[in-house]
């Protein structure tokens, strides 16, 4: 079947039309022609349509184990669970790209068909800019990493997917990490058009939140299922450590956070608008400064997908052309941008942009660790790496800073606010926050008193988020049935961000709980042998084989146990992936509350290497490793509330059809 040549003429396609979108969607403005607007939005739509055929086809050829796809032979195998085989289509640099744009244009099509609120010049530019980003992507697809190429000899067998890659978390996370990165390049789209057409006002950025938002939770969730599959599935007991890779996806969800709050001050005060369409060009800057640092091969990393310079260079090139050009016409614009509102020192946005701050400046210390170690080997030769003492000295304060302020800035006023009656508002929170703070210090182990510090400040976030809810509802202070009535009519605005600071306060007492009372061992083990961790007697009752879908595995059986009394069985693994020669570690979790006790089961030893001596006839030890990691769930439950938080405030009403209601306010 010639499935995989349709597939490369449907990509091809999906590549004209997008050019077509360019042209159309520019004539269209230049001509302020209704008709050439709408073919510039139909040639959105059918360049999704194509690049939407090709990924189907690829999807279909995994499914298949067309191995006379290159791309299917180098990462599938006939033995691979289905998921997997699904998964391969996006586990390698040419699967991803597609994957990317498949996003790209998908998000193109959509802001084409929802996007009929907008002025018809402003939405022309902006689909103008959408398909241009899925021009420059596409080529580079369709020339340089067309997953969909035939080879001429296929072989019998593919050479199967990467094992670590290999688990249903990372499965999805990737559809869900693109989803958040491109979903940035609408936003960027409506900086470009905005800039062109020299308007940036408070209908400028309601029309940006729900993208922003939109592609906000989608990379929470994203960098989330990361950390996760990190987690379990690498076997080292952390769940970040401040790869270039995890920097990568984490750069732009910081900066989002800060375009979302930046908005808010333009949309409710007509201010900050050079600032948040600066926000907004950077985002996908940095979405795609991520795409040039997985896929290079200038960063060695699990999560990288290719080792590549001259496809590195191309990626460097369309990042330099989109980024170039987008801040060279910000460079020209902004400074003729109307000035915004005045507002006190003391007030809500105040607040909003002492929170902008602390996000960019952070985003810079995140930016500046993951660069210096490759600018410094450029300019010298000598390899040096940045680490979590880098971060945790520079990161960690700013973020404490922004979470001990960010309680006060939902109660402040507009304009002008009274900073000791939102004090006032507070003190009950504050006073929680510092007994559970106290408490931890004084109960737990008075040597964590950086742990008790963080504690405390995940306590205050916890407690603000309450504070703000009472605040809004005006509890205890009007009768009961009229709280609930006021509890009940919030908008899904003031849900989604109360569930959003909720959510960062979670994670904040989760990381806290796990980096400060983390516990570890490491023992070689016999069979009847065992190890203590944090009150818990580990003891390793047996190991045996285990037949897998397309590995074999050595299984072992932990018995653990506390105060004599049985808690949990563990089952860690090995894996042995006969097709690409690869073993790894498959761990065990006991879930002990929100609280984990992770094994994991190393490789198997003689006696006589691991005792150093002459043991003739011994039976053979393995390396066991246990970790306790208190309130470990907390920190994966985190960014599950406030993307929840995020959806929450997709749904209000006022922010899906706030532009529709506008029309008639912003002429053509």
């Not at 600066?278 to 795609?288: D, E, H």
């Not at 516990?519 to 016999?526: H, K, N, Q, R």
């Not at 949990?568 to 073993?583: D, L, Q, S, V």
């Not at 065990?588 to 691991?610: D, K, N, P, T, W």
Request: charged residues 10%; proline residues 6%.
């Amino acid at each position: 079947m010639m499935f995989a040549e349709i597939g490369s003429y449907a990509l091809a396609m999906g590549l004209a039309f997008a050019i077509a979108q360019v042209g159309l969607s520019v004539l269209a403005r230049l001509k302020r022609s209704t008709v050439l607007a709408a073919a510039g939005e139909g040639a959105a739509l059918a360049s999704f349509a194509g690049v939407a055929l090709a990924f189907a086809i690829l999807i279909h050829a995994f499914v298949t184990s067309d191995f006379s796809v290159a791309n299917v032979a180098t990462n599938s195998h006939t033995e691979k669970p289905l998921i997997y085989k699904v998964a391969g289509a996006w586990g390698s640099h040419e699967g991803s790209m597609l994957l990317w744009c498949l996003a790209l244009t998908g998000y193109g099509a959509a802001a084409a068909t929802l996007g009929r609120g907008l002025p018809k010049g402003l939405k022309a530019l902006m689909v103008a800019t959408q398909g241009g980003l899925g021009t420059v992507f596409l080529a580079y697809t369709v020339f340089a990493s067309n997953p969909l190429n035939r080879i001429a000899l296929p072989p019998v067998e593919g050479r199967s997917l990467n094992p670590l890659l290999q688990d249903p978390a990372l499965a999805i996370h990737p559809p869900f990490l693109y989803s958040g990165y491109v979903g940035m390049s609408v936003v960027f789209s409506l900086a470009v058009a905005a800039l062109i057409e020299g308007r940036v006002d408070a209908a400028w950025a309601r029309w940006v939140r729900p993208w922003a938002l939109a592609a906000w939770s989608l990379l929470t969730v994203g960098i989330m299922l990361g950390s996760f599959w990190a987690y379990y599935e690498l076997g080292w007991g952390g769940w970040w450590f401040w790869d270039p890779v995890e920097n990568a996806s984490f750069m732009p969800w910081l900066i989002a956070t800060a375009l979302l709050h930046s908005a808010i001050v333009t949309e409710k005060r007509g201010a900050l608008a050079g600032w948040s369409l600066f926000l907004a060009l950077s985002a996908f800057s940095f979405s795609m400064l991520g795409a040039f640092l997985v896929r290079s091969g200038v960063l060695t990393s699990v999560h990288a997908f290719a080792v590549d310079p001259k496809r590195g260079v191309l990626l460097l090139i369309i990042l330099g052309l989109t980024t170039g050009l987008g801040f060279a016409l910000f460079a020209w614009r902004a400074p003729k941008l109307a000035p915004g509102g005045v507002f006190a020192p003391i007030s809500r946005e105040s607040a909003l942009v002492l929170n902008n701050i602390l996000l960019a400046a952070a985003t810079a210390t995140v930016l500046l660790g993951t660069l210096f170690p490759l600018i410094r080997e450029a300019m010298t030769g000598e390899a040096i790496s940045v680490g979590p003492p880098y971060f945790n000295l520079t990161f960690v304060p700013l973020m404490a800073a922004l979470a001990i302020l960010l309680p006060a800035g939902p109660l402040l006023a507009w304009k002008r606010g009274d900073a000791a009656g939102v004090l006032q508002r507070l003190w009950a929170a504050a006073l929680a926050a510092g007994v559970f703070g106290v408490a931890a210090y004084a109960l737990v182990s008075p040597q964590k008193a950086l742990g008790a510090a963080g504690l405390t400040i995940g306590a205050w976030l916890v407690c603000g988020a309450v504070a703000e809810l009472v605040e809004r509802t005006r509890a205890f202070r009007v009768p009961a049935a009229d709280s609930l009535r006021r509890l009940v009519g919030l908008p899904r605005g003031a849900w989604g961000m109360t569930f959003a600071h909720l959510g960062l306060g979670v994670f904040v007492l989760g990381a806290c709980m796990e980096l400060g009372w983390h516990g570890e061992a490491a023992e070689t083990l016999p069979i009847g042998g065992s190890l203590n961790v944090a009150g818990y007697h580990l003891v390793l009752e047996t190991v045996g084989p285990v037949d897998g879908p397309n590995y074999d595995a050595e299984r072992a059986v932990i018995r653990a146990t506390r105060d004599g009394r049985p808690v949990c069985t563990g089952e860690p693994n090995r894996r042995f992936y006969p097709a690409g020669g690869e073993t790894v570690s498959g761990i065990a979790i006991c879930y002990r509350g929100f609280s984990h006790l992770y094994m994991v089961l190393g490789e198997r030893r003689s006696a006589q290497i691991a005792t150093g001596g002459n043991h003739p006839g011994a039976p053979p030890v393995w390396l066991v490793r246990a970790y306790w990691n208190p309130w470990a769930t907390l920190i994966f439950l985190g960014p599950v509330i406030m993307a929840l938080g995020g959806v929450i405030s997709l749904s209000d009403r006022r922010l899906r059809l706030g532009v529709a209601r506008r029309r008639k306010e912003q002429p053509a």
